[in-house]
């Protein structure tokens, strides 16, 4: 099979496409083809080691001290179960299933195995490969970190990041939960925040949310770049604050996944696809994403 191999730390130009052998199901896997998967900051960062100074040492000895350990990355994916452990009743042959691999990687590659028990689910109905694989990250990790703020109905939520990934996930999932959300975005991303149920915006490259006086009950930080002494400013004092920096990876549930599945069945969360890049060019994806700009995710498809 083919897979974009990670042959060393460094530029995208250290991902190449290779031949490996297809891997073989345990009694207790599913073989899945991967028909999309996604190119997150996360697959980048592991691509180009950004660490800490103080987690380095840590980060290379779990990593891979010269090389990455698992050199296949992608951490979520969409596909169809293409076989079976003989263990294994949860799935069968043909189901479409979608879900994260998180730190094992693997889905930059035309197959995958994993466990029936791992953070799994079959798609939602009705919509495509691309659709499905640009959910599981951005939608456990916005729903990890919310549930960690408590959001609750009538609070007044405002999401740092709101265009990205996770906030643009962060976003629908805090109107659900039937917040007052305020987002925070260039104004580029203005209408697309809006159509996503954002009631206030505002532009940070114009405006400085923590001195216009607003106070918030919760303050969700999806990128990792609000400063101690901003959050403080806007956050009421019974009001939380939470961040994807420094705060730990998300914990994620197979129920999360079901979760989500049903939200994006009765049209309350969407993916947001940026772009889309054929498979043998995930690079030129990595570049782009790079850039730290990009509108929700950007896909990858593996096989049509």
Same mark, same amino acid.
């Given at each position: 099979m !083919?897979?974009?191999?990670?042959?060393?730390?460094?530029?995208?130009?250290?991902?190449?496409? $290779?031949?490996?052998d297809?891997?073989? +199901?345990?009694?207790? $896997?599913?073989?899945?083809?991967?028909?999309?998967?996604?190119?997150?900051?996360?697959?980048?960062?592991? /691509?180009?080691?950004?660490? +800490? @100074? @103080? @987690?380095?040492?840590?980060? !290379?000895?779990?990593? *891979?001290? /010269?090389?990455? !350990? &698992?050199?296949?990355?992608?951490?979520?994916?969409? =596909?169809?179960v293409?076989?079976?452990?003989?263990?294994?009743?949860?799935?069968?042959?043909?189901?479409?299933?979608?879900? @994260?691999? =998180?730190?094992?990687?693997?889905?930059?590659?035309?197959?995958?195995?994993?466990?029936? $028990?791992?953070?799994l689910?079959?798609?939602?109905?009705?919509?495509?490969?691309?659709?499905?694989?640009?959910? +599981?990250?951005? =939608?456990?990790?916005?729903?990890?970190?919310?549930? /960690?703020?408590?959001?609750?109905?009538?609070?007044?939520?405002?999401?740092? *990041?709101?265009?990205?990934?996770?906030?643009?996930?962060a976003?629908?999932?805090a109107?659900?939960?039937?917040?007052?959300?305020?987002?925070?975005? /260039?104004?580029?991303?203005?209408?697309?925040?809006?159509?996503?149920?954002?009631?206030?915006?505002?532009?940070?490259?114009?405006?400085?949310?923590?001195?216009? *006086?607003?106070?918030?009950?919760?303050?969700?930080?999806?990128?990792? &770049?609000?400063?101690?002494?901003?959050?403080?400013?806007?956050?009421?004092?019974?009001?939380?604050?939470?961040?994807?920096?420094?705060?730990?990876?998300?914990?994620?549930?197979p129920?999360?996944?079901?979760?989500? &599945?049903?939200?994006?069945?009765?049209?309350?969360? &969407?993916?947001?696809?940026? !772009?889309?890049?054929?498979?043998? $060019?995930?690079?030129?994806?990595?570049?782009?994403?790079?850039? =730290?700009?990009?509108?929700?995710?950007?896909?990858?498809?593996?096989?049509?």
């Amino acid at each position: 099979m !083919r897979a974009m191999i990670c042959t060393k730390y460094g530029s995208p130009d250290v991902l190449k496409l $290779q031949e490996v052998d297809k891997p073989f +199901p345990k009694p207790d $896997q599913i073989r899945i083809r991967i028909h999309a998967t996604t190119v997150t900051s996360g697959d980048c960062r592991v /691509r180009g080691f950004k660490s +800490p @100074l @103080l @987690l380095w040492l840590p980060m !290379r000895l779990f990593l *891979g001290i /010269r090389i990455p !350990r &698992k050199p296949i990355l992608g951490v979520e994916f969409a =596909g169809e179960v293409e076989a079976i452990g003989h263990n294994v009743t949860r799935y069968k042959v043909g189901d479409q299933v979608y879900g @994260l691999n =998180g730190m094992q990687f693997g889905a930059h590659a035309e197959f995958m195995c994993i466990s029936e $028990q791992a953070n799994l689910a079959l798609m939602p109905a009705s919509h495509t490969y691309e659709e499905a694989a640009a959910i +599981p990250f951005a =939608g456990t990790t916005a729903l990890d970190f919310l549930r /960690r703020g408590h959001i609750q109905k009538g609070q007044h939520v405002l999401i740092y *990041g709101a265009s990205g990934a996770v906030g643009t996930a962060a976003v629908q999932l805090a109107k659900h939960y039937g917040a007052e959300v305020t987002a925070v975005c /260039r104004t580029v991303n203005w209408d697309l925040v809006q159509s996503l149920g954002a009631d206030h915006v505002i532009d940070y490259t114009k405006e400085d949310f923590a001195s216009i *006086g607003k106070r918030y009950d919760l303050i969700f930080d999806a990128v990792g &770049k609000i400063s101690k002494s901003s959050y403080k400013k806007a956050l009421l004092q019974s009001g939380r604050f939470v961040t994807v920096e420094g705060q730990g990876i998300a914990k994620v549930h197979p129920e999360d996944l079901e979760f989500l &599945k049903v939200l994006v069945e009765m049209g309350k969360l &969407k993916a947001v696809i940026d !772009r889309s890049y054929p498979f043998e $060019q995930i690079p030129e994806a990595h570049r782009y994403v790079e850039q =730290g700009h990009k509108k929700g995710n950007v896909v990858i498809v593996v096989s049509q």
